[in-house]
């Protein structure tokens, strides 16, 4: 193996609503390592008057993602535990087992977020060495959150006469992106557990595992920060955080639940029968105002967005950026508040290639810290490239400016750099379900 890439291939999936991308670093004599950074979907497009269905098309990715790594994947990385960042790794028939053609392409290194890792829920050691900050508690309460919005799912599909059509479906969009996955979760773990391969929980400053497997290419792990570094991805600036420690509080009484006692058995929350031991809760759910219960599902999704992985690759003199979903407080740690911050800023601002952050939201691509601190934007010889995972119309309204994607960002991409929109790629029969950047270096 020569000791650097001489280019970078990165695809981008069709997958509607989500993210998958393969990011593959070509080294002489056409010697290739593949990385996959995330595989998941919670609304696909249309092909002509049908819907595409995730168990016919999933698949179809898993097996062009096979056939382009050769069967051999060198890391799989699943920046947050959403669904439309991992569906694609179940092995159920949702997914059209999709998740075993990935784990046969058997990963050597398995990389997530800090909060991911199993071992944190009872011993908060991986996670942080301060314990006095209750990382465990944090985890415990992403979990029980799952289980929050899987009820909010059950009430959307059955809704009382007095919930609004749209709430209902924005309900029923948000609850079924934070339900657990188990199927994907659990063939997460067990590719990082195979013999040969190695599980990487990640934070900011910490190692992605990738050093001696990717020759030549520094990966810096840029998010999420621990609670040791930062309480803020806790909260949230454009929410109502009386509202979400109060029903906080309410969800840590219910049986006290771990994330390993929900990894075990609590995935059943989206169907529509409510566990018996939850049903007090589904009442109280139930006498919440359905716009109440939405904002407390938007935090939810909020919150989970900030566990989002930002790496950054440098390889060669070039530098890609794939920040997940990472919100405001994820991003304000890397570029604002920790000591290395500075350096961080100075080493964005050379960014050749950005992976748009949340499908374009409006509040992912923080603008004065990231956005304008991009120095290739532009008329400059190099122009950066971009490339956004995305599907109209399944979040947040134009009237409101939270339509996803914001048309404002999406015109700044447009005129500002060579945008690849994962929307303008055809499901039509014949057509490839990608498209392709080619980094030279
Ligand atoms: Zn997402």
């Known amino acids: ?35 996959l ?14 819907t595409v269905k995730p168990s016919e098309h999933l698949p179809r990715i898993a ?27 179940a092995t ?22 800090w909060t991911e890792d199993p071992d944190a829920a009872r011993d908060a050691r991986a996670a942080t060495r301060d314990t006095s900050r209750s990382p465990k508690s944090y985890l415990a309460s992403l979990a029980a959150m799952h289980r929050l919005a899987g009820h909010a799912l059950a009430l959307a599909l059955d809704p009382p006469k007095s919930m609004s059509a749209s709430v209902a479906k924005q309900l029923a969009f948000l609850g079924e992106d934070n339900i657990r996955n188990r199927s994907a979760v659990e063939n997460l773990m067990a590719m990082g557990r195979r013999r040969g391969a190695k599980a990487v929980w990640a934070h900011h400053g910490s190692s992605a595992g990738l050093q001696r497997l990717l020759p030549g290419v520094k990966v810096r792990v840029l998010g999420p920060p621990t609670l040791a570094q930062t309480e803020k991805i806790r909260k949230m600036r454009s929410s109502d955080p009386d509202e979400f420690w109060q029903l906080l509080g309410s969800a840590r009484g219910l049986r006290g639940m771990g994330v390993a006692e929900v990894r075990r058995g609590g995935a059943a929350a989206a169907g529509k029968t409510v566990p018996v031991e939850a049903r007090w809760f589904r009442d109280r759910i139930a006498d919440l105002s359905a716009q109440q219960l939405l904002e407390i599902v938007r935090v939810l999704d909020d919150q989970m967005n900030n566990t989002s992985l930002i790496l950054l690759f440098e390889v060669g003199k070039k530098k890609l950026l794939f920040p997940g979903d990472a919100q405001i407080e994820n991003w304000s740690w890397a570029l604002q508040d920790a000591p290395d911050a500075a350096k961080t800023r100075k080493l964005l ?31 400059v010889p190099e122009r950066m490239k971009t490339a956004l995972s995305t599907l109209k119309g399944k979040h947040g309204t134009k009237s409101r400016k939270t339509e996803v994607p914001r048309t404002t960002l999406l015109d700044a991409l447009e005129r500002e750099t060579q945008l690849l929109n994962t929307e303008e790629i055809s499901l039509a029969a014949g057509s490839e379900p990608f498209e392709l950047h080619t980094i030279d270096l």
């Open 1 to 35: 193996m020569a000791s650097a890439p001489i280019s970078v291939e990165i695809r981008a999936y069709q997958v509607g609503f989500g993210d998958c991308f393969l990011v593959s670093f070509v080294y002489p004599q056409e010697k290739k390592r593949h990385v």
């Open 37 to 50: 950074i995330d595989f998941g979907t919670t609304a696909l497009p249309k092909r002509g008057s049908k």
């Open 63 to 89: 097996e062009h993602i096979k056939g382009v790594c050769g069967g051999e994947l060198t890391a799989v990385i699943a920046t947050h535990r959403h669904a439309d960042h991992i569906s694609g790794f």
């Open 92 to 113: 159920d028939g949702r997914s059209g087992g999709s998740g075993k053609v990935i784990a046969a392409c058997k990963p050597k290194v398995v990389l997530q977020p």
């Open 349 to 379: 601002a050379q960014v050749d290639f950005y992976k748009v952050g949340h499908h374009g939201s409006r509040n992912a691509t923080p603008r004065q810290l990231l956005w304008e601190n991009f120095a290739k934007r532009g008329a």
